[in-house]
């Protein structure tokens, strides 16, 4: 099946201070990508969807000056937390579809602990 | 939006049993239906999916059914195994490149051997 990848898998940093996550599709392209955030023994919450080219399209309720999303090739989209604070700390896990049925094949998360 | 809900937020059987875990949705627009097992701190993985088209679909121990004019859908797993226990979530969506996943609770599979 296709492949996603993430970077870094985990990340600690400090309150004020930008954290920048990268997803990669490896072996398929990718216009659409999709960003989630997950908190402890909680659900996956779509936060936006990445457009190859074009703006993000943000959720209701997701600040998009605060979490910038950037997806300059057909390959990979980047999502910024700027200015973290600990309640930002979560597990930012991407997916983009992909395959003949455009599957959701996702990455395996970037663990993000803002202290 | 779509919202999808999901029952029951955890659930305990015996190895060998069946287990059966609902969702409904909200959207008539949804057609798309996958089940991801997500197991703790690693990615979700697809483990079965079902499109609006068909009614059932099953691979080996595991199955889907949906319902669209009940606008809900199950997934059923038969002889439950204990590496089978690990957090089940249904999702929503309707088909095509914007096709954002809407995603239920979640459910517990706890297989006690």
């Known amino acids: 099946g296709a492949v996603v990848s993430q970077h870094p898998s985990r990340v600690i940093c400090k309150s004020g201070t930008s954290v920048k996550i990268e997803c990669r599709s490896l072996?398929?392209?990718?216009?659409?990508m999709f960003w989630y955030r997950q908190f402890p023994k909680q659900s996956l919450m779509l936060m936006a969807t990445?457009?190859?080219?074009?703006?993000?399209?943000?959720e209701q309720g997701v600040e998009k000056d605060k979490f910038l999303i950037n997806h300059a090739s057909l390959t990979l989209s980047t999502l910024t937390v700027t200015s973290a604070h600990p309640e930002d700390s979560s597990f930012y896990i991407c997916?983009?579809?992909?395959?003949?049925?455009?599957?959701?094949?996702f990455g395996p998360g970037t663990r993000l602990l803002v202290l | 939006g779509e919202n999808v809900e999901q029952h029951p937020s955890t659930l305990s059987v015996q190895e060998g049993d069946s287990a059966v875990i609902k969702c409904t949705y909200s959207?008539?627009?949804?057609?798309?239906f996958p089940w991801y097992k997500q197991e703790l701190g690693k990615r979700p993985q697809l483990i079965i999916d079902?499109?609006?088209?068909?009614g059932e679909k099953k691979d080996q121990r595991i199955a889907v059914t949906l319902n669209k004019t009940a606008k809900h859908f199950s997934l059923h797993i038969t002889e439950t195994q204990p590496e089978d226990s690990a957090v089940y979530f249904c999702?929503?969506?309707?088909?095509?490149?914007?096709?954002?996943?809407?995603f239920g609770t979640g459910t517990l599979l706890a297989v006690q051997p």
């Open positions: 997916s983009a579809p992909g395959g003949p049925w455009e599957t959701q094949y």
């Open positions: 990445s457009n190859e080219g074009s703006k993000a399209t943000y």
């Open positions: 072996d398929f392209q990718a216009t659409t």
């Open positions: 959207d008539s627009a949804s057609n798309y």
């Open positions: 999702a929503a969506s309707t088909s095509g490149a914007t096709n954002k996943l809407i």
């Open positions: 079902i499109r609006s088209n068909v």
